[in-house]
């Protein structure tokens, strides 16, 4: 058994696999992607690298550990999501991506249903708040695999009880992190923003196309 390691501040240690690569775009790349989400929005940002890829659902626990910082679960959901997968596709190279909203410590994931939907806009209303999206790709050819985490700095507006029920009666809020879309009806409410919007989507195609590069390149950086 040879250790994969996730380079970024992170390690696992799984079985590996073999993964045939070709050239792409000047680098040594997988022959067949796999991105580890079901994601609509992720499927349409990894659309726009111009990779062939398939995208599988990860079925992972996705529950925070105790005093987990949010850099943390991002980054080992992120890679566990990547490793998953890849035991189902072991020649391929395995996109893995995860998305927490925080204030502080406190880490908002997908909303449970609609009252903790609320509960959590009535939180992020007239605050500042942070998105951390973690990437994560596998190679298991040269048994590693890299993360990287980038985050966004958003504040909203206050927010009125009845604009709040009105958004979460719409159904947007129910399978994002932090409980909006930033790209759908709640981009109304940012009134300051840092940062990339992708990171905020939830697969920051900067990182995508750098780690794939690593990949490629087998580890090395310029």
Known sequence: MVNPQFRG???LDWWTFLVSTQRVGGSRLSAQYVLASASPRRIQLLTQLGLT??????DVDETARP??????????LAATKAITVSGHYPDDVIIGSDTV????CQIYGKPRDEAHARHILR???GKRHQVYTAVAVYCAQQGRGYVDVVVAHVTFRSLAALEIADYVQSGEPMDKAGGYAIQGQAGKWVTSFEGNLQTVIGLPTDQVKH???RIGSGGATS
């Open 211 to 213: 780690l794939i590069e």
């Open 9 to 11: 501040h992170y390690r």
């Open 67 to 76: 005093k987990e910082r949010p850099q943390s679960l991002v980054r080992r």
């Open 53 to 58: 890829f398939i995208a599988v659902p990860a």
């Open 123 to 125: 939180q992020l209303s």
């Open 101 to 104: 909203v925080a204030q502080g």
